[in-house]
């Protein structure tokens, strides 16, 4: 019964992944990435609020009693 000659395999096997790797290579240099998000600057209008328009004590510390 003759032997089974392996000195191939080697040759064989390394050549197959050199190919898929060849083939995904082009596979994914083909597909469109899309571009990274570009930040936008939002001009936001600011309403002012009622109690921004008003000046209270609380506000302004030095008219608090003294302690």
């Known amino acids: 019964m003759p032997q ?3 000195s191939t395999w080697f040759n ?3 050549f197959s992944l050199i190919t898929l790797f060849i083939i995904f290579q082009l ?3 083909k597909l469109n990435f899309y ?3 570009i930040s ?3 001009n936001f209008l600011k ?3 009622h109690w ?3 000046w209270t004590k ?4 030095l008219s608090l009693p003294l302690h």
């Open 4 to 6: 089974l000659d392996t």
């Open 35 to 37: 571009m990274t998000p």
């Open 27 to 29: 596979k994914f240099s």
């Open 12 to 14: 064989m096997i390394m």
């Open 52 to 54: 921004e328009l008003k």
């Open 47 to 49: 309403k002012p609020n």
């Open 58 to 61: 609380i506000y302004l510390p």
């Open 40 to 42: 936008k600057t939002f």
